[in-house]
């Protein structure tokens, strides 16, 4: 017997919203602008479901697929790179839009900023991303990995150059640890996407940085002549993706603004759990946080994120490991016509979460509390391609949590 999905509907009280201007358009096209710099830089594609809407009874469904990013098979370098630039910028009372990737690599830059050494704690996606800036930028990273972090995703960032290693602890407490680090360190600096209180302007600007991803997908809805999503379904581990794509579509499509859906791995849903509890207030979960979703392994919420989704979010859902083996077999085989998109486990819940609720009236509560039918038009972001290619195998061609 399978594990149920969880959701809650939103009725948390509003708090006073002062963190969604941090995600105001302004503040992501100076992201942007940094991004386009990099020789590396391209959008990548957002994938048109036309058949799968069709056999769903969707309107659309469209699939940001960011195995294509900067040649790092994830979203997460577009957040840690920016922060840094941010960072930098700050220490020599500079403009980030002075730091364009050919200053930032040139021997100017070195002779006038030196070098800063980059800590960061990491399954995988956010530390490469953090790893390679740093490499490309001549800076120093130190990288702490939670255990269970696989070999392929250490190797991928023992390559570029960053002192990595994994820890007897879990993602949470690594975190602490590099903070700790980097506190004792001359020039050392803590770049995660997680805040708390005393740590709120990086991770500010690591969310601006992802909001890279939603500009590119609202302009190529433009292009595919969808004017808005009427639906946005974004996974969480501490939010700070959730946070950045529900800030840019609110403040993007302020009179009309999408539905969003937040979803999280089973094992470390702190989202919902604050949800659930009703009182506006975060909550912490807590232990090993075992789930394949190892992007999404994540137990204390990031704060300036938290506040915006419990003002903007319509549902919070809690998603077992099986929704993300079903939407990863059905992106690598979709409907005949659609293209195929290698997403990755903490890419595809969303996938999951979308054709349960259009196939199972199981769960047809939630599915007519978000308005969710034929007239949909349906965003979603696969995070992240097969970054652990053997975990990927074998979910996609040998079954692993197959759903029945």
Known sequence: MKDPIKWTVNRMPKSEDKHLQLMALENVAGARAFHKSFPQYSVTPLAELDKMADYLGLGGLYVKDESYRFGLN???VLGGSFAMARYIAQQMGKDVSEMTYDYLTSKKFRDEFGQATFFTA?????????AWAANKLGQNAVVH?????????????AKEGAKVTIEEVNYDDCVRMAAAEAAQTEHGVIVQDTAWDGYEEIPSWIMQGYATMAGEAAEQLGQAGVERPTHVFVQAGVGSLAGAVVGYFTNRYADNPPTFVVMEAQAADCLYQGAVANDGAPRIVTGDLQTMMAGLACGEPNTISWDILRNHVSAFVSCPDWVSAKGMRMLAAPVKGDPAVTSGESGAVGMGLIASLMESDEYAQLREAIGLNKDSRVLMFSTEGDTDPAKYRSVVWGGECATV
């Open 74 to 76: 994830a979203f997460k």
């Open 122 to 130: 990491t399954d995988g996606n956010h530390g490469r991303g953090v």
């Open 145 to 157: 990995m939670p255990k269970g972090s696989t070999k392929t995703r250490f190797d991928n960032i």
